[in-house]
């Protein structure tokens, strides 16, 4: 099934590439130090010199991201290009690093590139290896104390959530915006359209952590059929970290709330409809018409059936079967049309089988004389 591309008529959903990994690379790192309502407070000072570093920090983990082929953007289709050589690679960045007195708005502008929103993920079932982002953690150790902690207060039983194959589990890794994008909902948007192309790809959810009150408020409230479980939450004014023998609060001037949201988002017999519809396409079955995902599942669970909504493409040996014996009709009706010098019978016969060869869009020569 496929899942539309347009978000409106001005913004387009796409596949991040190899070639992107820079300019999503900036985004992710520009967004979060200086407008994250975490890190802008906990981490004030050297901002720009801190964009850099994480910059340079995050090049796993969103190169991971986009190889695992689940990693997609939000793109303006009337972006300008400020600069031609920019064109080649669908945008480029121009960050000179040894600039620390550029601002969040100059490193902006040095951002050359239609791609305007990221949304970072992997499947679950190939973990991220933790040894590449060492250098992430050093710049930002609140990060890695914040994710300690949500493994130390989930009390769920691993087996009842954790993917045991490829394609069941999402694990969403960032999303970011451009700050000169804001507040045109193209985050809440981007969301639900990931919760429909992942049902479509057959997974049963989707595992994330959130750091923004707005981005936690769009994934607790998704559209019907999909749903939200709240796994845990905690403000980070409550985090606690060891120094000098004694626990400390760890940034306590940050009153922010950590939430982490569960991978179940359907259940009954919506996944059961999402993993039949994973199946039917992998084996060739087409939908006879192009329905939105959620649309779909509410008409079926109605019903509490799939029969009539699809149907198998017809078969080149049924194409080969109709094709012959329409041309074997052709030609014995040539026969006897040509000892009883009647063409009625031969034009009756080419209007009767129109429709086969409509169908398939069979077409061979017929001859126009007969003997």
Not at 163 to 172: F, K
Not at 179 to 208: P, Q, V
Not at 232 to 249: D, Y
Not at 286 to 313: D, E, K, M
Request: aromatic content about 10%; glycine content about 6%.
């Amino acid at each position: 099934m496929s899942i539309p591309t347009d978000l409106t008529p001005r913004f387009e959903v796409r596949k991040l590439e190899a070639k992107h990994l820079a300019v999503a690379s900036a985004i992710l790192s520009e967004t979060n130090i200086f407008h994250s309502p975490m890190w802008e407070i906990a981490h004030p000072d050297n901002q720009t010199k801190r964009c850099y570093d994480v910059f340079n920090a995050v090049d796993y983990l969103v190169r991971a991201a986009i190889e695992s082929g689940l990693t997609y953007g939000v793109f303006d289709k009337e972006w300008k290009f400020k600069r031609p050589e920019s064109v080649a690679t669908d945008g480029a960045l121009y960050w000179d690093q040894t600039d620390l007195t550029a601002t969040s708005e100059q490193l902006l502008e040095q951002i050359d590139s239609p791609l305007v929103s990221i949304c970072l993920a992997y499947d679950g079932f190939y973990p991220l290896n933790l040894d590449n982002l060492k250098d992430f953690f050093e710049i930002l150790p609140l990060f890695a104390t914040m994710h300690e902690h949500f493994h130390t207060i989930d009390k769920r039983d691993p087996k009842s959530w954790e993917p045991t194959a490829p394609g069941q589990v999402i694990m969403r890794t960032g999303t970011s915006t451009r700050a000169d994008y804001e507040g045109m909902g193209l985050m809440k948007l981007m969301a639900h359209w990931e919760m429909k192309d992942a049902a479509a790809k057959g997974f049963r959810g989707i595992n994330m952590e959130t750091l923004h009150p707005a981005v936690d408020h769009v994934w607790m409230n998704p559209p019907a059929p999909f749903k939200a479980t709240r796994v845990n939450i905690f403000n980070m004014n409550e985090l606690t970290v060891e120094k000098n023998g004694q626990r400390v609060v760890a940034c306590p001037q940050v009153d922010v709330l950590a939430g982490r949201i569960g991978p179940w988002l359907w259940h009954g017999y919506e996944f059961l409809l999402a993993r039949v519809l994973h199946r039917l396409q992998r084996h060739h079955v087409t939908l006879l018409v192009n329905i939105p995902v959620s649309v779909l599942f509410r008409r079926c669970i109605r019903r509490h059936q799939i029969g009539g909504a699809f149907r198998r493409p017809v078969s080149s040996a049924v194409v080969r079967r109709d094709k012959a014996g329409l041309q074997a009709r052709h030609e014995q009706l040539q026969v006897r049309d040509a000892r009883s010098n009647n063409r009625g019978g031969l034009n009756n016969l080419r209007a009767n089988d129109e429709f086969i060869r409509r169908k398939h869009k069979i077409g061979f020569e017929q001859s126009t004389n007969v003997a």
